[in-house]
C-alpha cells in the first residue's frame, strides 16, 4: 500500500466543562475549585503529573469565573495592575518559573500580582507539577507566600478515566475507534495521561501514513504486541 504524506494538521482540544471526566482520581480537585469562595486566603495551587487535567481543570475554573489565564513566561511583561482588576487569575505551571531567563522579573511580577488579586478580594489559582514547597524560588517574600497557599491535587488516571481520556483524544482528531479499542489500550499502554496523549497521536501519524483506520492491529504493531489482527 502506498504510504500518505502526513501533515500536521491542528488538533482541536475540548477543553470545557462538558469534556471534563470525573473520576475518583480528580473529584475532590474539581469540587475544590468549585468552591473557590472557600478557598483560605484566597488562593490554590493545582498540583499533579504532566497530562493529569491540570490545564483542563483550570479552563473550566476560568470559564466559570471570566478568570485571565497566563503563563510564567508573560509575567514579567504583564500589566499586573489590569489583571488583579479582573479579580480571578489563573497562572498555568508556575513551577516553571525558576528556568525562566528573567526569573527575577518574573517572580517580582507574580508577587505583586498575587498580593493584588487578594487585596481585590479576588482568586488566584496556580497550576503546577509539584507544591510550591519544591519551587525553590528566589524571591523570599514570594516564597513565603507560595508556600502559605493551600494544595489540591489531581492523582493518576484510573481505568476508567484513562479510557474517557483516550476517547476524548481520539475525538479532538475526529478519529472513529472501536470500544473494545479502547479497552484494549489501556490494558497495555503506559499508565498516565500524558501517554494517552502521545499514544493517540502516533497511532494517527501512522494511520495516516499507512491510509487505513486505527485498528487493533495497527495498534499492536506500534506497540510492539504479538497479538494477532482483529
Not at 510564567?72 to 531567563?101: G, K, M, N, S, W
Not at 528566589?138 to 494544595?151: I, N, Y
Not at 492523582?155 to 479502547?182: C, G, H, N, T, Y
Amino acid at each position: 500500500m502506498a504510504k500518505q504524506l502526513v501533515l500536521n494538521l491542528p488538533t482541536r482540544e475540548a477543553l470545557g466543562r462538558d469534556a471534563f471526566f470525573v473520576a475518583p482520581s480528580n473529584a475532590v480537585a474539581l469540587a475544590t475549585l468549585d468552591g473557590a469562595d472557600l478557598w483560605p486566603s484566597g488562593k490554590l495551587a493545582l498540583v499533579g503529573p504532566a497530562g493529569a487535567g491540570k490545564t483542563h481543570l483550570a479552563h473550566v475554573w476560568a470559564g466559570d469565573r471570566g478568570a485571565v489565564i497566563l503563563t510564567p513566561d508573560r509575567l514579567a511583561r504583564a500589566d499586573i495592575p489590569t489583571l488583579a482588576a479582573r479579580h480571578f487569575v489563573v497562572v498555568e505551571d508556575a513551577d516553571t518559573l525558576p528556568a525562566l531567563p528573567d526569573v527575577a522579573g518574573a517572580e517580582e511580577a507574580l508577587f505583586h500580582l498575587h498580593n493584588l488579586v487578594l487585596a481585590e478580594g479576588g482568586r488566584l489559582l496556580v497550576t503546577a507539577s509539584t507544591p510550591p514547597n519544591r519551587w525553590r524560588l528566589g524571591l523570599p517574600d514570594l516564597a513565603s507566600r507560595m508556600q502559605g497557599t493551600s494544595v489540591v491535587r489531581i492523582a493518576p488516571p484510573d481505568d476508567m478515566l484513562l479510557s474517557a481520556m483516550l476517547v476524548k483524544q481520539f475525538e479532538d482528531r475526529q478519529l472513529v475507534v472501536s470500544r473494545s479499542l479502547i479497552g484494549w489500550l489501556v490494558k497495555r499502554m503506559e499508565r498516565s495521561a500524558a501517554s494517552a496523549r502521545d499514544l493517540v497521536e502516533r497511532l494517527d501519524r501512522e494511520a495516516l501514513r499507512e491510509g487505513r483506520p486505527v485498528t487493533r492491529a495497527l495498534a499492536a504493531r506500534l506497540l510492539g504486541d504479538d497479538e494477532e489482527e482483529e
